[in-house]
């Protein structure tokens, strides 16, 4: 059993920078992934980056490229969302999973087994 804890959200302005953090309460075995994903109010669960452990390459949604950065700290089977130049509809409940998707289905939020418990973005105007 895989818990995880995300921590790091708040109320941010657009243009605005913020971290995320996500620590698993066991190392995962290294064909494991790591993702996060993002939940607006009366939408769906959204994909917004993930990676496995055994490969360098981390893949990211087309809305958040170029502005959200995933890094990971295996000794602290902890992972990282940098999220800069923050837009409105950035806002959303964060989180964070893990599993043993194949590769095609990374961006699957059925194909993740354990996830955290969410952290809310409030991104303002």
């Known amino acids: 059993q895989v818990q995880l804890v995300e921590s790091g959200g708040g109320l941010v302005q657009a243009g605005d920078s913020l971290r995320l953090s996500c620590a698993a309460s066991?190392?995962?075995?290294?064909?494991?992934?790591m993702a996060w994903f993002r939940q607006a109010p009366g939408e769906e669960r959204e994909f917004v980056a993930a990676?496995?452990?055994?490969?360098?390459?981390?893949y990211y949604a087309d809305s958040v490229k170029g502005r959200f950065t995933v890094s990971r700290d295996s000794a602290k089977n902890t992972m990282y969302l940098q999220m800069n130049s923050l837009k409105l509809e950035d806002t959303a409940v964060y989180y964070c999973?893990?599993?043993?998707?194949?590769?095609?289905?990374?961006?699957?939020?059925?194909?993740?087994?354990?996830w955290g418990q969410g952290t809310q973005v409030t991104v303002s105007s």
């Open positions: 999973a893990t599993g043993r998707p194949i590769l095609s289905a990374l961006q699957l939020a059925s194909a993740y087994n354990y």
């Open positions: 066991v190392r995962t075995n290294r064909d494991y992934a």
């Open positions: 990676f496995r452990w055994s490969h360098d390459y981390t």
